[in-house]
């Protein structure tokens, strides 16, 4: 089972967390489940990008970048070559280190 090592985020997880989900899983599902509760307007639809995450390590293992999450990639806040919409990025074996950015476009959320 791969480990996914978020990295120090204010807001999710202060200290960092370390957490281990089944292949075939989405890295917001699993970050979901074990409590990291990141921002997923569209509920994993693939229509916003407020579950933009970048990989920092084990980019490569992960499913290829589909048209439509490339697309919306180009509207995420603090874009980098290594960005992934989290409900879209599938783990395959390999564990991850994923940095949570600072901010989304949610619009929508309180205090923001």
Same mark, same amino acid.
């Given at each position: 089972?791969?480990?996914?090592?978020?990295?120090?985020?204010?807001?999710?997880?202060?200290?960092?967390?370390?957490?281990?989900?089944?292949?075939?899983?989405?890295?917001?599902?699993?970050?979901?489940?074990?409590?990291?509760?990141?921002?997923?307007?569209?509920?994993?639809? %693939?229509?916003?990008?407020?579950?933009?995450?970048? /990989?920092?390590?084990?980019?490569? =293992?992960? !499913?290829?970048?589909? *048209?439509?999450?490339?697309?919306?990639?180009?509207?995420?806040?603090?874009?980098?070559?290594?960005?992934?919409?989290?409900?879209? %990025?599938?783990?395959?074996?390999?564990?991850?280190? /994923?940095?949570?950015?600072?901010? =989304?476009? !949610?619009?929508?959320? *309180?205090?923001?």
């Amino acid at each position: 089972m791969p480990i996914i090592k978020i990295m120090p985020h204010p807001e999710y997880c202060p200290q960092g967390i370390e957490v281990s989900a089944p292949s075939g899983t989405s890295i917001c599902e699993a970050l979901l489940e074990n409590g990291i509760n990141i921002e997923h307007a569209c509920d994993m639809s %693939a229509a916003c990008t407020t579950c933009h995450v970048v /990989v920092r390590e084990g980019f490569a =293992s992960l !499913n290829d970048l589909d *048209e439509t999450e490339e697309d919306l990639l180009d509207r995420a806040w603090g874009l980098e070559p290594n960005s992934r919409l989290s409900c879209q %990025a599938i783990l395959a074996q390999k564990d991850l280190l /994923v940095e949570i950015p600072k901010y =989304s476009i !949610n619009h929508a959320k *309180e205090n923001h």
